[in-house]
């Protein structure tokens, strides 16, 4: 008994489609699904540009106005809003009320919609007129796919042109049956589409409105093989393909992309030629040149230990002389604006390896982070202090090439996870001091590493995302050689450290800004 239930269950929930509404934007893509509807005796009705293109096809179509009795009124605003298309699709046909309502007022069942809404996103990033914006929200088509998709039960609702193959292999498999399974899968997508398109118009209007609440909405997602570790799910929301192209490699991982972003913000910070390598979203090494071999070389130089199985980044095309370089050292991901044939001849030998080649410097004007049962939001530190932005406070001034290398520091310190010192010399990052506790350690470590790696430090010099707290840190950085510093200031005790560099032959800037990247 409970089988023969569960199969009556089963019959119940497929449904034929026996007739359908049409009303899209685009007309891509429709010319199938019009034709297969046709094939299998599914009557359609339609309205306005969508009736004129079904009719050119030679295919029988009924216009919306004959349901309604009403012409489409107000420039195209009001067409579908009427209770004879609206009854037709919400009637529930299990409810014998509802069914006797649509007979008493001769309306018509609809089990198929598909819509199309208004580019609203479009327009936007198009025109600068807010009238031709305003009419770009859709009113009728937006209120369809609701419909469509609360009434699951008995209606297909189509949201979307991206669902058209889906839909027509479905028509196909099934000639004209679908399941509840069927339906709820496309009502599912209906109200994404719904929520995706008032996410869209609320952030328009909300540019002025100020209303302090976080509405996002990514339509695309990449599944990656696993989150930070193997034990933990991980997925990419976003089209990462406005940013690069992937020519060769492996999958690209959660940690790949969080060092992929960490290389291209460091990276867009410079306009001369530069390569970088990252490390666990650190720079481990830097450098600028005239020429790409010789940024290559130098930016290996600074840390050829951590390099390896690092992010490797570059802003000008790669030739076969520097891939014939690089391809000596293990590295895991390679992006730059373009290759040359030959050198992608050689870096593509290793099968894993990841080759992107950079399209769009466009980025995130925001941040986000999730934290305990909420979200933090904040600007993106777009600020980049120059030459210019730069307040000699010790008698001693910087010199034109300590200034440059200041710059050139201070980009880097930015970028580094704080409590951040960064070593600097000739356009070359010689050390960075990374995610200490305390400024002083930062310091030390920086030194250090410089020294183990054969860096001279005297004519360095530093950079701090940070202000000096007391003096100890400036003592250290004179011991070890260097002789202009750049920090942010405004500590209580500027004035300890400001004595101590000009006794002692060092030139400080103060910027005013600080970095702190946590």
């Known amino acids: 008994m409970q089988g023969d239930a569960c199969h009556k269950n089963h019959i119940m929930s497929t449904k034929r489609i026996n007739s359908a509404l049409i009303s899209v934007y685009y007309k891509d893509g429709l010319e199938a699904i019009v034709r297969i509807l046709n094939s299998l005796n599914i009557k359609i009705y339609s309205t306005g540009g969508t009736y ?95 419909a469509g998709a609360k009434n699951y039960k008995d209606v297909v609702i189509v949201s979307n042109s991206s669902q058209y193959d889906s839909l027509l292999a479905l028509l196909k498999e099934k000639n004209g049956y679908t399941s509840l399974e069927d339906r ?10 719904s929520s995706n398109y008032d996410t869209a118009i609320f952030k328009y209007f909300n540019r002025e409105a100020g209303i302090d609440v976080l509405r996002e909405s990514i339509n695309t997602s990449f599944r990656l093989r696993y989150g930070e570790n193997p ?3 991980g997925v990419f929301y976003g089209d990462h393909q406005q940013v690069f192209d992937k020519l060769h490699g492996k999958e690209i991982s959660y940690n790949n992309f969080l060092d992929i972003d960490a290389s291209l913000g460091l990276l867009d910070e410079f306009d001369e030629t530069t390569f970088v390598i990252v490390k666990h979203n650190n ?74 080649r950079r ?44 200034l440059e290398d200041l710059v050139f520091a201070n980009k880097i310190v930015k970028h580094s996870k704080s409590n951040a010192i960064v070593l600097a010399k000739n356009l070359q ?67 300890d450290s400001i004595e101590f560099c000009s006794a002692n032959d060092v030139a400080m800037v103060f910027t005013g800004k600080r970095h702190f990247k946590h």
């Open 184 to 193: 709820r899968f496309f009502a599912a997508q209906a109200f994404q589409t």
């Open 283 to 356: 720079a481990c090494g830097v450098a600028s040149r005239k020429n790409p071999s010789d940024a290559w070389k130098d930016a290996l130089a600074c840390d050829p230990v951590s390099a390896y199985g690092g992010v490797i980044a570059c802003n000008v095309q790669i030739t076969a002389i520097e891939a014939a370089e690089i391809d000596k050292l293990f590295f895991e991901i390679i992006i730059a604006p373009g290759f040359s044939e030959d050198a992608l001849n050689i870096l593509m030998q290793k099968k894993n390896r990841i080759i992107l």
């Open 429 to 495: 990052l010689c050390a960075s001091g990374i995610g200490q506790t305390s400024r002083v350690d930062a310091l030390k470590q920086a030194v250090e590493k410089a020294r183990s790696f054969g860096f001279d430090l005297k004519g360095a010099v530093l950079a701090s995302d940070a202000y000096f707290p007391f003096a100890d840190s400036v003592e250290i950085a004179h011991k070890a050689g260097i002789t202009a510093i750049v920090q942010p200031g405004g500590s209580v005790r500027d004035r």
């Open 52 to 146: 004129s293109f079904i009719k050119e096809l030679g295919v029988p179509a009924e216009t919306v106005e004959s349901l309604t009795t009403f012409p489409s009124i107000l420039g195209g605003r009001v067409k579908t809003l009427h209770p004879s298309v609206f009854g037709g699709i919400l009637a529930r046909r299990e409810n014998e009320e509802d069914i006797r309502q649509l007979e008493q007022y001769s309306i018509p069942e609809i089990d198929l919609v598909i819509v199309d809404l208004y580019p609203f996103e479009e327009t936007v990033r198009l025109v600068d007129d807010e009238q031709e914006i305003i009419e770009k929200i859709d009113i009728g088509g937006i209120s369809l796919i609701r």
């Open 231 to 233: 034990h933990q799910k």
């Open 359 to 402: 399209k769009d410097k466009a980025g995130n004007l925001y941040n986000y982070r999730s934290v305990l049962n909420g979200v933090l939001w904040q600007e993106k530190d777009n600020s980049t202090e120059m030459a210019g932005d730069m307040e000699t406070v010790t008698s001693k001034s910087p010199t034109p090439s300590e």
